[in-house]
């Protein structure tokens, strides 16, 4: 049994809670909001984001951070929403002992310094040891036992190995990788390409348009990805496809949502307003765009988004401008 500490209690920290409760490990969870944690302990379920969903009897409820991590936990996982990990992780950094293992579960990469979320945890807490976990796995489905598998991604690969053998069972299957780049750039990104999927569905037009959304929004994040360092066959795995697949299709999708709001006319703005949770393809569109000029890549998706969100594009127009550009080779390496 090991002991678990989760920095936020939103719904994916508080789906990936049970699933380790359940596999015998003792977890507590820690929230900055005194109205969660006050929800999360007399009701004992996360009645907004998961309701339904019991928290097993075993799982402590806490919002005194130190009181959360003080304990000798074995692993930290950090499960607070992109726009406040680097916030969280300032705030925790003099509690964490040298040879922490910490693991993030959020999905992001920070507008002013193109970081991701493992770097921006790695800078403020630099004693401690990073990891990822990602892949297609909605909170909702995860937290009642639907079949999902993911991937992790460790600098070592021991300490991968390690988060493999506390997170599996026999509803939960995980991989290992050592391309913690690659994943966090697919688990990021995808939320980009989500976006632009949901405003399709929302201005109405059918499975060949998703379908080629999902095809070309690989292709631009894999040739992202290539150009920073990262492994190109990660994108053809669960962070990769896996995950656009499941954040463009899926009812569950905040960012699809958030898409479908704003095809139907819905501002950026309102449209977060109305789904009601940190849409974190928003918080990355920026950042995927400056680490598109900053590589030299094409990512005329990505570009698109950022006009729709920023720059008042309309959506009908954006789609235009996608499907007129000059006509070219689908891979350009390709001889004949």
């Known amino acids: 049994m090991k002991q678990i500490t989760f920095l936020g209690a939103g719904s994916?920290?508080?789906?990936?809670?049970?699933?380790?409760?359940?596999?015998?490990?003792?977890?507590?969870?820690w929230s900055k909001m005194e109205d969660e944690v006050t929800m999360l302990t007399e009701h004992r379920e996360h009645l907004h984001r998961l309701p339904g969903v019991k928290l097993p009897a075993s799982i402590e409820i806490t919002g005194d951070l130190e009181q959360a991590v003080e304990r000798g936990t074995d692993f930290i996982v950090f499960a607070v929403a992109s726009p406040y990990v680097r916030g969280t992780a300032k705030e925790v950094?003099?509690?964490?002992?040298?040879?922490q293992r910490i693991v993030n579960v959020a999905k992001g990469i920070e507008e002013d310094t193109l970081m991701t979320l493992c770097d921006i945890?790695?800078?403020?807490?630099p004693q401690a040891e990073v990891?990822?976990?990602?892949?297609?796995?909605?909170?909702e489905e995860v937290s009642v036992g639907v079949p999902t598998t993911v991937v992790v991604g460790a600098g070592q690969k021991e300490y991968a190995m390690a988060l493999q053998e506390i997170f599996m069972n026999e509803r939960?299957?995980?991989?290992?990788?050592?391309?913690?780049?690659?994943?966090?750039?697919?688990?990021?990104?995808?939320?980009?390409?989500?976006?632009?999927?949901g405003i399709c569905d929302g201005l109405g037009c059918g499975d060949n348009t998703k379908a080629a959304l999902?095809?070309?929004?690989?292709?631009e994040i894999m040739?992202?990805?290539?150009?920073m360092g990262a492994k190109p066959e990660t994108f053809a795995g669960l962070s990769g496809i896996g995950d656009l697949i499941v954040t463009c299709t899926s009812t569950h999708s905040r960012n699809h949502n958030a898409g479908v709001l704003i095809g139907q006319g819905y501002t950026m703005q309102a449209a977060m307003d109305e789904v009601k949770q940190v849409v974190e393809g928003v918080y990355s569109a920026k950042a995927?765009?400056?680490?598109?000029?900053?590589?030299?890549?094409?990512?005329?998706?990505v570009e698109g988004i950022n006009k729709v969100l920023f720059e008042g594009l309309s959506a009908e127009k954006a789609m235009f401008l996608l499907l007129t550009r000059d006509r070219c080779n689908e891979y350009p390496d390709q001889g004949w």
């Open 12 to 29: 994916w920290g508080t789906a990936l809670a049970i699933l380790l409760a359940k596999n015998g490990h003792k977890v507590t969870m």
């Open 93 to 99: 950094s003099a509690l964490i002992p040298q040879g």
């Open 121 to 125: 945890i790695q800078e403020e807490i």
């Open 131 to 139: 990891a990822v976990l990602s892949g297609p796995s909605h909170a």
């Open 172 to 197: 939960f299957r995980v991989y290992t990788s050592p391309d913690v780049l690659g994943i966090e750039l697919g688990g990021s990104i995808k939320n980009v390409i989500a976006l632009a999927a």
């Open 214 to 219: 999902i095809t070309r929004g690989i292709t």
């Open 223 to 227: 040739r992202l990805g290539e150009a």
């Open 288 to 301: 995927a765009r400056k680490l598109a000029e900053k590589y030299q890549v094409s990512m005329p998706i």
